[in-house]
């Protein structure tokens, strides 16, 4: 089966370090991660391995609240140009720049190598619904891009969990009607906020990176059959989930492994896999 990550980090690989020495401290300081250090091309062979076929990989900037980028627009455009074929990028940048935010979406945005934005509220520290932002949402909605945004848990003790709060997003998502709405990690552990907005809003959805449970199967086990059921995902969510790894949190194998471990139809299995994250980045 063709799989498609649609969470993906590129902060450990090596060619980003060299480039940008603020890389390793940030993976301890911002992420509370202790990971090794890998070539890209042992990446791309490890996904390829995995049977991933295509990545999305994510920008963050975080500039104004820790000094750094994680990785840049520019470290993420060399990356997807010498792996076109199977990296596509979602881009960093700040909201609370404004213009300078609007130029970032202008220059970079082309539906090719990059089709939309990733924010993280308790990062960069600004509330999801803050006003001031919609025009970032408008010009989103009006190039038929992406928005990935970060909902839930946060490892990070200098965080806003606040802001990482799913139901701050349902005026965003009850404004701009057409513009697709990615919340991740399902907004764990505020499940059921983040399932009734996709239920409610047909441009919401969710991924599923990361565990916060134990290993992913675990996770998996708590969250689609003790807390949801099997059923209820099969009824009303099979459109509505991606695929998500948080690599390198999470190897995107481990976590493919734990989806295939549910008891759960093969038909949805694939839309979750695979189905649901190529028709959001058609």
């Known amino acids: 089966m063709v799989i498609i990550d649609f969470h993906v980090h590129p902060i450990n690989i090596e060619e980003i370090h060299k480039g940008n ?18 070539p890209l091309r042992v990446f791309v062979d490890q996904l390829k391995s995995f049977g991933v076929s295509k990545a999305v990989i994510l920008g963050l900037d975080l500039s104004r609240t820790y000094g750094v980028k994680l990785p840049s627009n520019e470290e993420l455009d060399r990356i997807i140009s010498m792996h076109p074929d199977l990296f ?8 609370l720049r404004g213009d300078e935010a609007l130029d970032e979406i202008e220059k970079y945005i082309d539906h090719r190598r990059f089709k939309g934005v990733k924010l993280n509220p308790s990062l960069q520290g600004f509330r999801p619904d ?7 949402y408008e010009s989103l909605e009006d190039m038929g891009a992406i928005l990935t945004i970060h909902t839930g848990f946060s490892w990070n003790i200098r965080s806003n969990l606040l802001y990482s709060y799913p139901l701050l997003i349902e005026p965003i998502a009850s404004k701009f009607k057409e513009l697709r709405i990615i919340l991740t990690h399902m907004g764990w552990p505020w499940i059921w906020e983040s399932i009734c907005l996709a239920l409610r809003y047909e441009n919401v959805y969710l991924d599923i990176a990361d ?6 199967k675990d996770h998996f086990k708590k969250v689609f059959i003790e807390t949801l059921g099997i059923r209820f995902v099969e009824a009303f969510l099979k459109d509505k989930i991606l695929f998500g790894s948080n690599h390198p949190r999470m190897e995107s194998g481990k976590m493919i492994e734990a989806i295939q471990y549910l008891p759960m139809d093969s038909e949805v299995k694939e839309s979750i896999l695979r189905l649901n994250a190529l028709y959001i980045l058609s």
């Open 21 to 38: 020495p603020q890389m390793t401290t940030a993976l301890r300081d911002v992420y509370n991660l202790r990971v090794s250090i890998q």
């Open 88 to 95: 596509i990028g979602l881009i960093g940048l700040d909201p």
């Open 211 to 216: 565990t916060f449970t134990g290993t992913p």
């Open 130 to 136: 803050d006003e001031r932002i919609y025009p970032i």
